[in-house]
Structure formats: C-alpha cells, structure tokens
C-alpha cells in the first residue's frame, strides 16, 4: 500500500512550504553562545549559524526541509497524525494541553515532518525532527511516522535521511514511547537487508531514546559540527562515574573520533555533501540491482 502515490489529503504542496519566513525588519536575537545580538534575518540567511562564532542555532523541522531538498521540489506527506493521551497522563499540566499548545506554536501535528521530493534532482525521503516540537520528543506519532517513511523508502527503493533534534522518549506516552524505539530500529533493520541507502544527520541535540534507535543505525551518520550527542547527558555520567569528564565529551568532533560518527559538517555543507551521498549511494544501488 506505502508503494502507491501519497493521497492527496496527507500532502503539503511545497509551494506552502518553501514560503521565506515572514521576518519583520529590525528583529534581533541574542547568540546563545556568544551573547552578540544579531539581525534575525542575516541569522536566517546564514542558516540560523552565529556570523560572529559559528554556533549552530536549532531549526525546526521545515527548514531542514527546504535545506536538504532541491528548492521547491518536495512535498510532506503522512501530515495527518495525531496522538492522543493514551496514559491519562498528567503532570503540571494535562498532556493534551501541552500538545495544544505545541501544535499552536509550531504549525505542526507532531514533532516530526516526513517529505519526499528530489535531492540534487534524485527522489529521497527525509524525515525530520523539530524541537520546538515538545523538545523533538519522540511519542507514537514519531515514530509511526519516521516507520512509514523508511516503509516508503523500501518500497520506492530511495534514500531515506533522517534528521535528529531531540531529547529522547516522550515521558508522556511512557512504555508507548519507550516501545517506538524498538519499532523504528526494525524498520531501519529492513532497509539495511534490502540494500537502501540510510543516513542519519545528528544536529544538536540528539540524545536518548532518538540516539538508542533509529539515530544510530544510518548506513552513515552525519553530524553538524558542535551537536550534542548521547544517551545520558554528560552531568548523570560525571554523577555516576564520580569523575570529571574529557574536554569535548559527547560532542560531535569527540564523537567522530572515537568511531561513533563518521562525518562532522558545518551547515552550510550539508546540502552539498548530502546531495553527493545521495547520488552516489542511488547509483550503487541501483548498480547492485540483478
Ligand atoms: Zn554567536
């Protein structure tokens, strides 16, 4: 059923995304590394990067979207999910009403944004997580939706591209989260035995339950440069081993030195790269084909 066109009612036309983000002149943000203030539309044009000190700043979902995808040229799909609560849970706050207000804030359904378009003028699914987005926490909805669009890749046979932003399970949805873990690893599993390409970008942060399942199962792992990566965040871990820890712990250069990553890229180098990948893994599979 995945192999058939996406129904009309799942899909986002492109041209509603590609929109440029509506800035009023003279907004300023404050780098949150180096405290300079910057014009938030020079922010925007630089990739959301700090001209002053290159910190990457966070992007939501979408404007990984129109970084990774030829301009215009995509289209979401599976735009229509939506969990509900299935524990009851409350904290502060009633679950349902968090997700109201997420969804407010973000124009979104759920933490994660599914599209399928051309990179570099091959097709390629990209399934992206936004942290404003309840932290990019991955619930139900999350991972149903990173599953169907590694569905989607195995039965088109194209490259899936994960993009991970997030702080892990969704505490919410409790064991219904924890068990989205196990899910999208089997899903990932699926693509790695019928031969599709999978790459998995790491941008800041990826941690947790995202970085215990489907994060850390790309064909290859791609990380922007300074993201935090792990399962546990580096004060438990000093806590528990009750020492200090390296200089560069659980960040991407310190990753990619110890074999845990296997690419570090400042932003401005991902569509390029990404685009490379994509050509080059399509070719050989496709070369691989009897
Ligand atoms: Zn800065």
Same mark, same amino acid.
């Given at each position: 059923?995945?192999?058939? +066109?996406? +129904?009309?009612?799942?899909?986002?036309?492109?041209?509603? #995304?590609?929109?440029?983000?509506?800035?009023?002149?003279?907004?300023?943000?404050?780098?949150?590394?180096?405290?300079?203030?910057?014009?938030?539309?020079?922010?925007?044009?630089?990739?959301?990067?700090?001209?002053?000190?290159?910190?990457?700043?966070?992007?939501?979902?979408?404007?990984?979207?129109?970084?990774?995808?030829?301009?215009?040229? &995509?289209?979401?799909?599976?735009?229509? #999910? /939506?969990?509900?609560?299935?524990?009851?849970? /409350?904290?502060?706050?009633? &679950?349902? $009403?968090?997700?109201?207000? @997420?969804? #407010?804030?973000?124009?979104?359904?759920? @933490?994660?944004?599914?599209?399928?378009?051309?990179?570099?003028?091959?097709?390629?699914?990209?399934?992206?997580?936004?942290? /404003?987005?309840?932290?990019?926490?991955?619930?139900?909805?999350? %991972?149903?939706?990173?599953?169907?669009?590694?569905?989607?890749?195995?039965?088109?046979?194209?490259?899936?591209?994960?993009?991970?932003?997030?702080? %892990?399970?969704?505490?919410?949805?409790?064991?219904?989260?924890?068990?989205?873990?196990?899910?999208?690893?089997?899903?990932?599993?699926?693509?790695?035995?019928? %031969?599709?390409? &999978?790459?998995?970008?790491?941008?800041?942060?990826?941690? @947790?339950?995202?970085?215990?399942?489907?994060?850390?199962?790309?064909?290859?792992?791609?990380?922007?440069?300074? @993201?935090?990566?792990?399962?546990? %965040? +580096?004060?438990?871990?000093?806590?528990?081993?009750?020492?200090?820890?390296?200089?560069?712990?659980?960040?991407? $250069?310190?990753?990619?030195?110890?074999?845990?990553?296997?690419?570090?890229?400042?932003?401005?180098?991902?569509?390029?790269?990404?685009?490379?990948?994509?050509?080059?893994?399509?070719?050989?599979?496709?070369?691989? #084909?009897?």
């Amino acid at each position: 059923m995945i192999n058939q +066109p996406i +129904p009309k009612r799942d899909r986002k036309p492109s041209s509603d #995304l590609v929109k440029p983000l509506d800035i009023p002149p003279g907004l300023v943000e404050t780098c949150k590394k180096c405290n300079e203030r910057i014009d938030k539309k020079q922010l925007v044009d630089n990739l959301w990067v700090c001209p002053k000190c290159d910190h990457h700043h966070r992007i939501p979902a979408r404007e990984w979207l129109k970084l990774l995808f030829d301009p215009g040229d &995509y289209e979401e799909f599976d735009s229509n #999910l /939506y969990t509900v609560n299935p524990l009851n849970f /409350y904290d502060s706050q009633d &679950y349902r $009403d968090r997700l109201k207000s @997420a969804r #407010l804030k973000t124009r979104l359904d759920d @933490a994660c944004v599914n599209a399928r378009g051309k990179i570099g003028g091959m097709p390629a699914l990209v399934s992206a997580l936004d942290f /404003y987005f309840l932290g990019g926490s991955m619930g139900s909805v999350v %991972g149903e939706k990173v599953t169907r669009a590694s569905e989607r890749a195995l039965a088109e046979r194209i490259p899936l591209i994960t993009v991970s932003c997030s702080g %892990g399970a969704r505490m919410q949805e409790g064991m219904f989260s924890l068990m989205q873990m196990a899910k999208t690893s089997n899903a990932c599993g699926r693509l790695r035995q019928a %031969g599709i390409p &999978y790459f998995s970008i790491l941008t800041d942060p990826s941690t @947790a339950g995202v970085m215990a399942s489907f994060a850390s199962l790309g064909d290859l792992i791609i990380a922007e440069q300074g @993201a935090l990566i792990g399962f546990a %965040g +580096p004060r438990v871990i000093a806590q528990t081993i009750g020492g200090e820890l390296p200089v560069g712990f659980q960040r991407a $250069d310190f990753c990619r030195e110890h074999g845990f990553v296997d690419i570090v890229l400042h932003r401005r180098d991902m569509r390029k790269i990404v685009t490379r990948l994509v050509r080059m893994f399509t070719d050989s599979m496709n070369r691989a #084909l009897p």
